[in-house]
Structure formats: C-alpha cells, structure tokens
C-alpha cells in the first residue's frame, strides 16, 4: 500500500477509537463532554496515537494492549492546545480552520475542558490497566506519559515558550523549547508503547532515539512551513512566529541550514530502528514523511 | 492530646511532606516551579492529605504508603483552586489573604501551573508506585483518585457550579455540585488511602460512607459561614453566595434546616467507622470539627 494511503487509513482508525473513548454527553455536567469532544474531533494528525500503537507493535506487542494509551496521548494533546489557545495564552481564534474551543463554550468551559481531558487521560490509561497480568508494567508506561507531559516536558516547553515571545533566545534555550515542548510528548508516548509491547532496555533505547528525532525535525520543518508554507494546505496563516518575533530555527540559523538539520536528524532517526523488525517499513517511511511534508 | 492540638501537629506534618515532594525550583522553567509552589505552600486546612493517611491507618495500613497519594491530593485541590480563582471564572484577586497565582504570576502561568500541578499530582503517585510488591493496589488507589477528580467528580461538579451562577437550582441539582465539587474528592482521597492500606470491601464502604458524609456537611457549614461567619477568623469577605446570586443549602432551606441537616449527616459519618478501630478516634472528633468549626 502507498504510504500516505496508510497514513490515512491509521488516522481513520485512531478516529474511530477516540470515539469509542470519548465520554458520553449526559448528566447535568454534559456541557464539559461537548466541550471535550468537540475539541477530539477537530481532526488533526494523529500522530502521536499512530506512534504509540506503532512502537507497541515493533516490538512485537499486541496493538490493543496499546490502545487506551493511543487514545489517552491524543486527550493529553488536546488538553495543551485548548488551553494554548486561550485569550490568557496565543489568543488563538481558529484550530485547523474552526474555532477555537473557548470561541465556541467560552474561557470558564474552555479552561476547564482542557483540565478535564488532561485527567480523562489518566482515567483512561489506569481503569484500563487494573487488574491486568503485568500491573507493573502498565504503571511504568503511564509514568512516562505523566513525566513528558509535565514541568520535565511539554508543559516545561511550553513555559519556556511563552516567557521567550519577543526575544531572542539562545539555540541551546531553543533546543530545550523544541525537546520539551514537542519531541517530549513524541518520546513519552513511543516508551509507553514500546514498554507495552514489551521492548527490552536495548530496543526502548533504540525507539527513544527515533522519537527524539522525528520530534526535534518536524518541530523545525513546523517552523519552516511557518515562513515557505502554503496557507491553503497548512489551514492556517503563515508568517505567526516572524510575527510573534519568535526565535526558530529557520531565524536562528535560516531556512538552508534549517533544513539540512532537519534532515540529518530523520537519517538518523531511521538508522537507530532500522534493524528493530521489517515493521519498521511504516516507521521508516513515516520519518520520511515528516520532513518531506507540506502540512 | 487535645483536638485542636492534633490537627495543627498533623497539618505541620503535611506542609513538611508537602515540601520534601515539591519540585525543585531550577532550569529554564523555573517559573513555572515557582508558581506551583507558592501555592502549594499558601496553607489551607489540608483536609484530604490529612483524610488520606487516616483511612490507611484506620484500616491498618503503613502511613508511609500513603503518603505520595496525600501530597498528589493537596496538589489536585491546589490546582482546582488556581483554576477556579481566574479571570475566566471566578475572578478572585485574594486566597487565604494572599494574593491567588494569577495575581502574582500573570493568567498564562497560573493557567499553566494549575496543569502542571494536576499532571505532577499523578507523577507523583505512579512513580513511587513503580516497582512496589503488589502493583494492581496502587494502580487502583490512584484510579481512584483520577475518577473522582475528573468529570464525574470535582470537575463536573465544578461545569455544574459555573453554570448555575445567578440561578435558582433544583435540591437535585444542589446536591449534585456539593457531592461531585466537594465530596467526591473527599471520597477519592479517603478510598485511595484505604486500599493502600489493604482494605476490605466493608471497611472501604464504612469509610466511602463517612467521606461523602462529611464532605457534604463540609460543603453545607461552608455555605452557612459565608452567611453568618466572622470575615477575620474566615481570612475571606462573607456575603459572595448572596452577591453572585448562588443557589445554597441555607438559601433554599435555611439557615436552621442546614444546621440540622449538616449534623445528621456528621452523626451518620461517625456510625459508619465507629467499629473500625480504636484508631477511628480522630476522625470522629474531625467529623465533629467540621460541623462545629467557625473557619
């Protein structure tokens, strides 16, 4: 099968199992699970939830094992850009071409949907994991979702992110921005899977690597389309971070030099699996498809 | 020892082991750490950590078990706290006197450190669970912690106490909000502590009973103190419910009837764990202070 074919058949398939996960809209609280849901089924990538059942399955693990935490990761998500996108944080009025969730339920239901996700996540990982033959290892895979997430992760990022508007800031405080703000969740979620799937020390370093890299790179290929991107394809304005006066790499180092980063780090994404499995194909094709994307 | 004494001795102890588990305040995102912690250590009753140890010990369990699950619940209160103080919902310049985290970090921070607490609530509790002899115990005391934090606990009982502001509520729509707002995470903590210390089904039911009992009265002396409570020992201006048009136990059936009904339930919490041990001591004085308090 053609690659971007099966890119959209595996964002199909998370689209179904989110659904299946979403909570149900009822009770005197439904206004929080519309607000939810409408924020899960703003489309999207996929990514992350693709990844995870990916390194569950790499390693040889079953897929459904993996499943609450594909789910879950995508509810985490989509917590950080709820919450990114209010008046207190970007001010964002559109997400992929709607509006935003405070635009639709308002700042109060907004702040607290994104709370809610972010806990339903939990909810999702550990209800599911209960009573299972291996709880230890279901604890240690839902650890490393809540270590990437948090002040060591994406919400540490994301700080560093918000106090760095209208400044320039130094590559090595960039670097922390990307690690944590991006390529944190990437890796938090490939471990988790790949600790499902029952991957030894070796092959969950192995997948670290990967994650790292394809998290750094489409970080700086985000960045890029931001100045050279096409505003139909991408859904959304360009030019926000020369805006913004944000420091990237494309500002930091220009486009040229940007790319070629951007590239040797999806080589070297692809060299540290490329010996895990002929599984690997799906991975491998998707680093390519990270760098080479227009959207 | 008297009382009053015990619960200050046992409030000292959880600002301790609140301080020994906070993060420390370092690296480029150390503002958000700042943050986190200012509130953290802006006091407060510290009822659920306090509930937390108790329901492990009365059912024979090792405190020290505990004691990760009583940290990560006075981090969920404290986020649900910033949260809630924010322009976006309640708008609230002061806490306990101080000023709340917005006021002094700015709405984008104190947004981002009430999740950042919420999400190191849960890293807290699953990494000192890891690699623990019986893993499916802990995995299920943190379930419950989660469940009663989310939409079918605090926070749904929080969308329902937003949306009903300057609105007359059904009984049925009170109760909904004090039992998920307040109780729940009462519930959540006191079950959380009990399994951990290896509780029975009917020891875990004795102590859900009084759990939802006490916090219900909690809620209901609450909304009586805000009609008839001394501003100076409250630390807080009285009067907001009447101001904000706030559906309460006192407004819908009066002062008297509240203070009937928030002992029968205090009365009923103390039959339930009267046979537990010789240990349900303090919490049948506690049930006793929360009817009786004046703060």
Redesign the interface.
């Known amino acids: 099968m053609e690659f971007k074919q099966q890119l959209k058949e595996n964002i199909n398939y998370i689209e179904t199992l989110l659904n299946d996960y979403m909570?149900k809209e009822e009770?005197?609280?439904n206004?929080?699970?519309e607000a939810?849901n409408y924020s899960l089924k703003a489309g999207g990538k996929r990514l992350r939830p693709i990844l995870t059942l990916e390194s569950c399955k790499i390693v040889g693990g079953k897929e459904e094992d993996a499943i609450p935490f594909a789910v879950a990761i995508e509810m985490i998500h989509t917590?950080s850009l709820i919450?990114d996108d209010?008046?207190?944080?970007d001010n964002d009025d559109l997400r992929r071409g709607k509006p935003t969730n405070h635009k639709v339920f308002?700042?109060?239901?907004?702040?607290?949907a994104?709370?809610?996700l972010?806990?339903?996540a939990?909810?999702v990982m550990?209800?599911s994991?209960?009573?299972k033959e291996d709880?230890?290892k279901?604890?240690?895979a839902?650890?490393e979702i809540?270590?990437h997430?948090?002040?060591y992760g994406m919400?540490?990022?994301?700080?560093?992110d918000?106090?760095s508007e209208n400044k320039i800031i130094s590559k090595d405080?960039l670097d922390?921005i990307h690690l944590?703000k991006t390529a944190a969740m990437i890796i938090g979620c490939m471990r988790a899977g790949a600790i499902i799937g029952g991957a030894n020390d070796e092959e969950l370093q192995k997948i670290t690597i990967y994650a790292k890299n394809i998290g750094l790179s489409f970080q700086i290929i985000d960045d890029i389309l931001d100045i050279v991107g096409d505003e139909d394809k991408l859904g959304k304005p360009i030019g926000s971070d020369l805006e913004n006066h944000k420091s990237t790499y494309p500002s930091l180092l220009g486009l040229q030099e940007s790319r070629v980063i951007a590239k040797e780090l999806i080589d070297d994404a692809k060299i540290s699996i490329k010996d895990l499995s002929t599984q690997g194909e799906f991975l491998t094709k998707l680093a390519d498809y990270i760098v080479s994307r227009d959207r």
């Not at 209010?86 to 944080?89: H, Q």
């Not at 308002?106 to 607290?112: E, F, K, P, R, V």
Request: charged content about 10%; hydrophobic content about 45%.
């Open positions: 909570p009770g005197y609280q206004t929080i699970m939810m917590y919450h209010l008046p207190a944080l308002g700042d109060a239901m907004a702040t607290l994104g709370d809610a972010l806990n339903y939990f909810e550990l209800y994991s209960i009573n709880s230890n279901y604890l240690k839902i650890n809540a270590k997430a948090g002040i919400i540490g990022g994301q700080v560093v918000v106090e405080k922390f944590n």
